[in-house]
Structures are given as structure tokens and as C-alpha cells.
């Protein structure tokens, strides 16, 4: 079946450091893959999204490139902000079955991010 | 910008007990799904809804749970005799007929069975 495995976290880094989070993937068919983020006492919220191989998804300095040849979609973000400290998780999606829907998201484990001033 | 709901944010029951969540997706979409996320583990799927019926339910999702849509405007997921290891932030998520439409997820509702 479908799979999802993030980097071990929790991850701390300073203002303005880099980040990068790990992603691959395991998939029988051909997914579309996002990123979710979740604010302390908040939902998921969608980060970025790809639905198809080399596509890059890109949202609030956060990018993400859908690399079919080594089944990954890493998060990197140049400069991160205390504000962007959350739980960050991957996912996909493979069609609804019967309709053009994204059907069930599997997800990752999530990562912890927590960037200090 | 349209938002899903859920209530109640948290809930607290006894084991054995009926509890029912309740979710409000957006307006104009037509797939609703429901999630858990046990503390410190994944969030997981459990089933999928569109047009009256379950479109498709995972392993955990069974006889002890159930959903539905009563009106136009709700969707609910009881479960039916609640065990200890129900205790979990549970997702309701909603998205459109679109081509490749996202999901949209509602804050959640955390239950902890005593």
C-alpha cells in the first residue's frame, strides 16, 4: 500500500537558518503530493501541493519539488521565522476511486519545528 | 474564506459509551472525509463519503463506527461503544468535485475515553 515517511524529528533552528524537512514516498499509482501544516491548536492547513513529477509547489517561501526518479518531495525554506514553528506533515493522494477527487491522504509522521529568535 | 468546523472542540466520555462528532463541511463541497490522529502517531485515514454513501473506509473503520449526513449542512461520525483506545484528535476534511481538489481540514475535535 501507499506510504509516507518524514525525517525523525523535532527539529530547532535559529532565525533565519535553512531548513530542510525529508519526504519519500511509497505509491502504486501515480499521487499527487502536499505538504499540511499544523499551528499550535489549529487544523491542517494546506502548504503546497504537486500532482505531477517535477512539478514545484511553492507557498510563504516554503518550496517543494516532486521528484518522481527518487520517490521524494523534500520541504525547504531559505530563511525561516519564528512564526513558522508547527508540525509539518507530508502526504498523498492517489485519485478518488470512480471520480477525479483526490481520494484518502496518506500521511507522514509529522515534524516538529521550532525556530528561536 | 469558508472554513470546516467541528464540534465540540473537546469531548470526554466513558468507555462504552456513544459519542457523535460533529462536522461542518464548506458549503459547496461534495467529498467529506474523517480522520484520527492518536497522540504522537500519524494522522490516518478512516473512511471517505460522497453522495449519501461511504466511497471508501479504512481497516480501523468498523462496525463500532458509523457516518452520516442528516441535512444538507452536517456530517457526524458516532461511534458506537467507545474503547480506551479511541482517545485521539479526530479530523473532519471536505473538498470539491474539481479535477485534483485539496482537502480542507477542520480544527478537530480531541477525545479522551476514561
Redesign the interface.
Known amino acids: 500500500g501507499d506510504s509516507v515517511t518524514q525525517m525523525e524529528g523535532p527539529v530547532t533552528l535559529s532565525e533565519e537558518a535553512c531548513l530542510t524537512i525529508n519526504c519519500t514516498y511509497t505509491a502504486t499509482g501515480y499521487p499527487?503530493l502536499?505538504w499540511?501544516v499544523q499551528y499550535p491548536?489549529?487544523?491542517?492547513?494546506?502548504l503546497l501541493?504537486a500532482?505531477k513529477a517535477d512539478d514545484k509547489g511553492s507557498n510563504k517561501g516554503f518550496e517543494a519539488t516532486y521528484r518522481k526518479e527518487t520517490t521524494s518531495f523534500h520541504l525547504e525554506k531559505g530563511s525561516v521565522q519564528v512564526s513558522d514553528s508547527a508540525v509539518y506533515?507530508c502526504?498523498l493522494?492517489d485519485?478518488?476511486?470512480?471520480?477525479?477527487?483526490?481520494?484518502?491522504?496518506?500521511?507522514?509522521?509529522?515534524t516538529i519545528l521550532t525556530v528561536h529568535p | 474564506e469558508p472554513e470546516v468546523t467541528q464540534t465540540p472542540s473537546h469531548q470526554v466520555t466513558q468507555m462504552g459509551q456513544e459519542v457523535i462528532l460533529r462536522c461542518v463541511p464548506i458549503s459547496n463541497h461534495l467529498y467529506f472525509y474523517w480522520y484520527r490522529q492518536i497522540l504522537g502517531q500519524k494522522v490516518e485515514f478512516l473512511v471517505s463519503f460522497y453522495n449519501n454513501e461511504i466511497s471508501e473506509k479504512s481497516e480501523i473503520f468498523d462496525d463500532q463506527f458509523s457516518v452520516e449526513r442528516p441535512d444538507g449542512s452536517n456530517f457526524t461520525l458516532k461511534i458506537r461503544s467507545t474503547k480506551l483506545e479511541d482517545s485521539a484528535m479526530y479530523f473532519c476534511a471536505s473538498s470539491g468535485t474539481g479535477t485534483r481538489e485539496t482537502q480542507y481540514f477542520g480544527p478537530g475535535t480531541r477525545l479522551l475515553v476514561l
Do not use: C
Open positions: 499527487s502536499f499540511y491548536g489549529e487544523g491542517l492547513q494546506l501541493k500532482t506533515f502526504a493522494s485519485p478518488h476511486p470512480g471520480g477525479t477527487s483526490y481520494g484518502k491522504l496518506t500521511f507522514g509522521q509529522g
